[in-house]
Every structure is written in structure tokens, then in C-alpha cells.
């Protein structure tokens, strides 16, 4: 028969077992489904993910509301979300993956195209107006906060008047093609730091580089 304290030492903890929810991220990348946006400057959130993968070995799973795939760096867990909503329903599907993994807002971080940053400036904040984005207009309606993170890649502005919706929705010029691999690894750099040295110190180190 074990004793009092036996049965104090016998017992499981919980949450011992389960991970710290400060410990998982959320990370959209913002973009349109499909193979005929593949490679258009809006779709830059779905190719830094991409990127991520590939270089972490792992796949996305189609899910509800948009492909996952998920890897583990330095104890913390980045769940990695590219909506299948078209990117002027992104909210949605952001809504539920924070509500279904249990993650807290401020360990959400959405990856957008910016036409008022030069192509491939990196700037990570913390909270902002949609500047006209409609992926970040619906996260922020659906989320009722302009305060999460937003982590924007500059796409330039480089159309004439009345040609912006055809500039997004282009293919990358061969110079910017040519630019894009080291861009892409200082954009999964950024990522990683966002979820191990926090988002004060990633903006000290990314913002502008």
C-alpha cells in the first residue's frame, strides 16, 4: 500500500505534459490560392513560407481554411498557415487556427506585400492601420484589433496610374527574381528570431536590412 506521499509522487502533472502556449506561434502568410498567383508579387507571404519549408523539410497539409505545415525551433513550435480563403477573406481562416491551436494574439505574425516599402525591405510591427491591404482590413475586422503583429515585405511602387491592381497581381521582374533567394532567407531569419528573441529585439535587428 503506498503511502501518502507516494501517492502525492505517483500522481501526473498535467501540465508537465502539455507545452507552454507562450511557446507556439502562428505564422500566415498572406496570398491567393492556386498556381495562377504562384508567383506574383501579392503572393510573397506564400513564398516565404514555402521557403521556410523547404529549408526545415517539412510539407503542407491541406487543413480546413488553408494548408499547415508545422516545425520546431529552439523549444518553440511554428505552425505555419497559408489561407485558402483568397486573400480578401484572410481573417477567417486566421481567426480559427489561433482559436483552434490556443495561441495567443501577440504570438501571431502576418506576412503581407507592401507597395510603400522598396522591393525586398523587410519591416516588422506590432500593430497599424491596413494601409489599404485587404487581407490585413478583413484580419483586422475579423480580429476587432489593428494591434497584432505584421511583419511587411516591399514589393516597390513601381506602375503607372491605374495599373496597381495588374502590378500586384504580376509576376517578379527577372532583377527582383534575381534578388529574391537572399531576400527570402533574411524573411525566414526574421521569423525565427520573432518567436525566440521576441518582437522588440527582431524589429532592433531586421527592421530596414
Given at each position: 500500500m503506498l503511502s501518502f506521499f507516494g501517492k502525492i509522487l505517483?500522481?501526473?502533472?498535467?501540465?508537465?505534459?502539455?507545452?507552454?502556449?507562450?511557446?507556439?506561434?502562428?505564422?500566415?502568410?498572406?496570398?491567393?490560392?492556386?498556381?495562377?498567383?504562384?508567383n506574383t508579387r501579392h503572393n510573397i507571404g506564400f513564398k516565404i513560407l514555402d521557403y521556410i519549408a523547404e529549408k526545415e523539410e517539412v510539407s503542407f497539409s491541406t487543413e480546413k481554411l488553408g494548408d499547415i505545415a508545422t516545425f520546431k525551433f529552439k523549444g518553440r513550435t511554428f505552425i505555419m498557415l497559408k489561407p485558402s480563403t483568397y486573400m480578401n477573406l484572410s481573417g477567417k481562416a486566421v481567426n480559427y487556427w489561433l482559436q483552434k491551436e490556443k495561441i495567443e494574439l501577440q504570438n501571431l505574425l502576418v506576412i503581407t506585400d507592401d507597395?510603400?516599402?522598396?522591393?525586398?525591405?523587410?519591416?516588422?510591427?506590432?500593430?497599424?492601420?491596413?494601409?489599404?491591404h485587404n487581407g490585413l482590413k478583413d484580419i483586422q475586422n475579423t480580429l476587432n484589433t489593428t494591434k497584432y503583429n505584421r511583419f511587411r515585405f516591399g514589393i516597390s511602387d513601381e506602375f503607372s496610374k491605374g495599373q496597381q491592381v495588374d502590378y500586384v497581381l504580376g509576376e517578379w521582374g527577372e532583377e527582383e527574381r534575381k534578388e529574391l533567394p537572399e531576400r527570402l532567407q533574411k524573411s525566414a531569419e526574421l521569423v525565427k528570431s520573432f518567436g525566440t528573441a521576441g518582437v522588440s529585439n527582431t524589429m532592433n535587428s531586421f527592421n530596414g536590412k
Amino acid at each position: 500500500m503506498l503511502s501518502f506521499f507516494g501517492k502525492i509522487l505517483s500522481k501526473k502533472k498535467p501540465q508537465e505534459e502539455e507545452q507552454d502556449p507562450m511557446k507556439k506561434f502562428l505564422i500566415v502568410g498572406l496570398g491567393n490560392p492556386g498556381p495562377k498567383y504562384e508567383n506574383t508579387r501579392h503572393n510573397i507571404g506564400f513564398k516565404i513560407l514555402d521557403y521556410i519549408a523547404e529549408k526545415e523539410e517539412v510539407s503542407f497539409s491541406t487543413e480546413k481554411l488553408g494548408d499547415i505545415a508545422t516545425f520546431k525551433f529552439k523549444g518553440r513550435t511554428f505552425i505555419m498557415l497559408k489561407p485558402s480563403t483568397y486573400m480578401n477573406l484572410s481573417g477567417k481562416a486566421v481567426n480559427y487556427w489561433l482559436q483552434k491551436e490556443k495561441i495567443e494574439l501577440q504570438n501571431l505574425l502576418v506576412i503581407t506585400d507592401d507597395l510603400n516599402l522598396a522591393f525586398g525591405t523587410i519591416r516588422l510591427k506590432t500593430k497599424g492601420s491596413d494601409g489599404g491591404h485587404n487581407g490585413l482590413k478583413d484580419i483586422q475586422n475579423t480580429l476587432n484589433t489593428t494591434k497584432y503583429n505584421r511583419f511587411r515585405f516591399g514589393i516597390s511602387d513601381e506602375f503607372s496610374k491605374g495599373q496597381q491592381v495588374d502590378y500586384v497581381l504580376g509576376e517578379w521582374g527577372e532583377e527582383e527574381r534575381k534578388e529574391l533567394p537572399e531576400r527570402l532567407q533574411k524573411s525566414a531569419e526574421l521569423v525565427k528570431s520573432f518567436g525566440t528573441a521576441g518582437v522588440s529585439n527582431t524589429m532592433n535587428s531586421f527592421n530596414g536590412k
